[in-house]
């Protein structure tokens, strides 16, 4: 989700007509799910978002995936499977040679267009709107009722709300400082209330810093940083940069020195894949932001 925010993307999808015409004869003669009678044999399945794909893994649907995007690395095995574009680019004809009986996708205004052209040539295509914890738990169970694995689904739901309330409950007697997300440094992207990333900073008892906004994911000013004056500041960072340019991303932030995080020396790090993908490992982020919030991870 990170990686969709952090630039604004253009793309020009160009199908011969002749393509199109071979893709929907394809797709006509294909098996296709429905809302509340999908067999899991048969099933093929694509995803077209890192977080969608770490759902269909935990629904145990892995040997039913058939291809995936550029960035769904985790967990390890989807890196095996056959690559249908990135997130912003797709391959309609190597979605073509893979014969799905259905295709998860985001509610990107990208996505949403894609959608409508799958459904010309008769594929079926699912999206999923997942900006709120509410909307990871709408997600699987949506993703566990066309794949016929509403159990699973059901269970693995319970198990993230289970534990998310456990450190919740560990947080009361925490004090609640003022937490800001920071999704990209320039311009300056920050994760408000409205999302899950929002969501969870209530969920742990802190105080997210970022008020007054109308946008979920908005671009602030220096002005703005100032006025939420945050205690903590936790960035989303690339794990296999992070190392190497360290003093650099934390350097940004010294012209902000009446903030108290750059004057306490409070600005953190955390693993961009992890915290922005919207799926089963919420509870892993929870637990990586609780440790940074509370001061129990001395490694950040």
Same mark, same amino acid.
């Not at 995936?68 to 690395?73: E, G, I, L, M, R």
């Not at 919740?168 to 925490?174: D, R």
């Not at 899950?196 to 109308?214: E, F, H, P, Q, S």
């Given at each position: 989700m990170a990686t969709e925010h952090r630039t604004k993307f253009f793309i020009i999808l160009l199908i011969p007509i002749i393509l199109s015409s071979l893709i929907a004869l394809q797709f006509r003669n294909s098996p296709k799910t429905s809302d509340t009678t999908d067999s899991h044999d048969g099933l093929r399945i694509i995803s077209l978002a890192p977080n969608i794909t770490e759902i269909l893994f935990a629904l145990d649907l892995a040997d039913n995936v058939v291809g995936?995007?550029?960035?769904?690395?985790y967990p390890r095995d989807a890196k095996n499977k056959p690559?249908?574009?990135?997130?912003?680019?797709?391959?309609?004809?190597?979605?073509?040679?893979?014969?799905?009986?259905v295709i998860f996708s985001t509610s990107s205004h990208l996505?949403? $267009?894609?959608? *409508?052209?799958l459904e010309e040539?008769?594929?079926r295509s699912v999206s999923l709107n997942v900006e709120t914890l509410d909307d990871i738990y709408a997600a699987i169970e949506t993703i566990a009722r066309i794949c016929d694995k509403q159990k699973k689904g059901s269970v693995l739901v319970e198990n993230i709300r289970t534990k998310l309330s456990a450190i919740?409950?560990?947080?009361?007697?925490?004090r609640k400082p003022k937490v800001l997300i920071v999704i990209q440094q320039e311009p300056l992207i920050v994760a408000a209330n409205g999302t899950?990333?929002?969501?969870?900073?209530?969920?742990?008892?802190?105080?997210?810093?970022?008020?007054?906004?109308?946008s979920h994911w908005p671009q602030i000013n220096s002005e703005s940083l100032i006025l939420f004056a945050p205690e903590i500041i936790i960035e989303a960072r690339n794990k296999e940069t992070l190392s190497s340019s360290k003093d650099n991303w934390k350097n940004f932030y010294k012209r902000w020195? $009446?903030?108290? *995080?750059?004057?306490?020396?409070k600005i953190y790090s955390i693993d961009a894949d992890i915290i922005s993908r919207p799926g089963p490992r919420v509870v892993k982020t929870a637990e990586i932001l609780y440790s940074i919030i509370y001061g129990e991870n001395k490694e950040q």
């Open positions: 995936v995007t550029s960035f769904c690395n690559i249908v574009g990135s997130t912003i680019q797709i391959n309609l004809e190597k979605i073509l040679t893979l014969r799905p009986t996505h949403q $267009s894609f959608q *409508a052209r040539i008769g594929c919740s409950q560990k947080a009361k007697t925490k899950y990333i929002g969501d969870l900073i209530k969920t742990l008892g802190a105080v997210n810093a970022v008020t007054g906004v109308n020195k $009446s903030i108290p *995080a750059v004057k306490n020396d």
